[in-house]
Nanobody, 117 residues
Framework: QVQLVESGGGLVQPGGSLRLSCAAS????????MGWYRQPPGKERELVAA???????DYADSVQGRFTISRDNSKNTLYLYMNSLKPEDTAVYYC???????????WGQGTQVTVSS
């Protein structure tokens, strides 16, 4: 099992920055990939950014160049650095880990990000 706990959400003005953190515990060695998803109000959950075990990253077109995903293996923590935030970035952000030989998914509890003046 892999457990995830997010932190770092909040209210920020347009153009501002936030850093989200996701602390992982449990079967860390079995993680294949980790990512950040978000669910805007009234919409479905969508992938924001992902990082695989080898370090390759991928981003949604809507955040490319503004968001950066990184992983600190010494702290078992995943980060999402969000710059130039827009009102349309408002959503609940979830941390995800895909783990094990049968590719199971674990999710964090979610953290609210609100971009508003």
């Amino acid at each position: 099992q892999v457990q995830l706990v997010e932190s770092g959400g909040g209210l920020v003005q347009p153009g501002g920055s936030l850093r989200l953190s996701c602390a992982a515990s449990g079967s860390i060695f079995s993680i294949n990939a980790m990512g950040w998803y978000r669910q805007p109000p009234g919409k479905e959950r969508e992938l924001v950014a992902a990082i695989v075990a080898g370090g390759t990253t991928d981003y949604a077109d809507s955040v490319q160049g503004r968001f950066t995903i990184s992983r600190d293996n010494s702290k078992n923590t995943l980060y999402l650095y969000m710059n130039s935030l827009k009102p349309e970035d408002t959503a609940v952000y979830y941390c995800n880990a895909n783990w094990g030989s049968d590719y199971k998914d674990s999710w964090g509890q979610g953290t609210q990000v609100t971009v508003s003046s």
